[in-house]
Nanobody, 121 residues
């Protein structure tokens, strides 16, 4: 099947930066889109950013201008560069990948386990 693995989380002071990575691997015929979500304690998971196969990006208003999503197509990897971090950005960040499977040519979405980002004030 498909594995999605995030990395790069950690503890940073307000105003600092972090770069998250997410790699998708396995039976991937094509990668339709990859995106980032986050879930803060006691809150619902919310969408953060996405990049689709054509390279088009989109961001939640709360991170627009501070976060940048990019990708390395050769490695089925996306990155989330997070600048000017705020305490309210503290959350577990999850990556998902919408792929067409090599085996069935069906489209499925897979999630990673998440990586913790903590921004101290």
């Amino acid at each position: 099947q498909v594995q999605v693995v995030e990395s790069g989380g950690g503890l940073v002071q307000a105003g600092g930066s972090l770069r998250l990575s997410c790699a998708a691997s396995g039976s991937i015929f094509s990668l339709r889109a990859m995106g980032w979500y986050r879930q803060a304690p006691g809150k619902q998971r919310e969408w953060v950013a996405r990049i689709i196969s054509g390279g088009i990006t989109d961001y939640a208003d709360s991170v627009k201008g501070r976060f940048t999503i990019s990708r390395d197509n050769t490695k089925n990897t996306v990155f989330l560069q997070m600048n000017s971090l705020k305490p309210e950005d503290t959350a577990v960040y999850y990556c998902n990948a919408r792929v067409v499977l090599t085996t069935t040519r069906f489209e499925n979405t897979y999630w990673g386990q998440g990586t913790q980002v903590t921004v101290s004030s």
